[in-house]
């Protein structure tokens, strides 16, 4: 199988780690820079922007399967992206592509538990541009392809979790005002793009998430744990939002525990982190 990987970042890596020896594998990145990085693991770098609609064009019929992980924009309400990828892969030869959504399309639930039933309802930029290019990706799946969604929440690993926000002792929202906040470790993610590659279902949606359940004060509290630090002091919830940056305001603002029944029944998926105490103290090569 030739795979061609979208976004080689951590994640992204880390999949290739796993599918090397098993599959060809290549590695769309802008900048010559990064070429002996993906070399390293096994990836045959492929030069290209996602943002420069020409120099995709050798990408037509390259790979049998495509693991696209890269964001959109960081501005406006759509994902150029992600349609100037599709428009150079073409409907050809290409059986198979698993994207990394985010959770944020949900939009706030209250609290509430949701399953990929539940209709979108992104009420921010960022949500929505992912909502875009999911959809944009299941016109694309309406075909040949097989195209499987994994809509991601905060993904966390040794070296990617909050820790400048707890050393500075940054407060959190008292328990009875908090947000549910959702978690997956970032080897987890990748393992479960590597399932959707090989059992996800056509057109099919699944909530990429671990056990954990927590609130997000009680996330900061499990990270300081971890880094022998103090608890953050806990405030009202109105003086913490107001303290706090736009971007981080959205997270403070929705709340939801996404179900991850899917990933287990139909991917047969079993966490090697089902809980974030877990995730930080197994991960040490993370």
């Not at 994640?11 to 780690?17: E, T």
């Not at 501005?75 to 994207?99: K, M």
């Given at each position: 199988m030739r795979i061609l990987i979208v976004?080689?970042?951590?994640?992204?890596?880390?999949?290739?780690?796993?599918?090397a020896g098993h599959a060809r594998l290549y590695g769309l990145i802008r900048s010559p820079r990064r070429a002996a990085e993906l070399r390293a693991v096994g990836i045959t770098p492929v030069f290209g922007d996602l943002d420069d609609r020409a120099s995709l064009k050798r990408l037509a019929g390259l790979a049998d399967a495509v693991?696209?992980?890269?964001?959109?924009?960081?501005?406006?309400?759509?994902?150029?992206?992600?349609?100037?990828?599709?428009?150079?892969?073409?409907?050809?030869?290409?059986?198979?592509?698993?994207?990394?959504?985010?959770?944020?399309?949900?939009?706030?639930c209250a609290g509430e538990v949701v399953a990929e039933t539940r209709p979108a309802r992104p009420n921010n930029p960022r949500a929505r541009r992912r909502a875009d290019a999911e959809a944009q990706l299941r016109r694309f799946g309406s075909r040949a392809t097989r195209v499987s969604l994994l809509r991601a929440p905060g993904i966390y690993a040794q070296n990617r979790m909050p820790e400048e926000r707890v050393k500075k002792g940054l407060p959190a929202i008292v328990s009875a005002d908090d947000v549910y906040t959702n978690h997956v470790h970032a080897d987890d993610l990748a393992r479960l793009a590597i399932a959707a590659l090989f059992r996800g279902r056509h057109n099919r949606l699944y909530n990429a998430v671990d056990d954990s359940g927590l609130k997000m004060g009680d996330w900061f509290d499990v990270v300081a744990d971890h880094l022998g630090l103090p608890r953050p002091p806990r405030l009202p919830r109105d003086q913490?939002?107001?303290?706090?940056?736009?971007?981080?305001?959205?997270?403070?603002?929705?709340?939801?525990?996404?179900?991850?029944?899917?990933?287990?029944?139909?991917?047969?998926?079993?966490l090697r982190y089902p809980t974030v105490r877990e995730g930080l103290r197994g991960s040490g090569l993370a």
């Open positions: 976004g080689c970042g951590d994640v992204g890596l880390r999949a290739a780690r796993l599918l693991l696209h992980f890269a964001p959109p924009p960081a501005q406006g309400e759509h994902d150029p992206r992600t349609r100037r990828l599709l428009a150079a892969l073409g409907r050809g030869s290409l059986s198979q592509l698993i994207y990394i959504s985010t959770s944020g399309v949900y939009g706030d913490v939002i107001a303290a706090v940056t736009p971007a981080m305001r959205t997270f403070l603002t929705e709340s939801r525990r996404l179900s991850n029944r899917r990933i287990k029944r139909e991917l047969r998926f079993r």
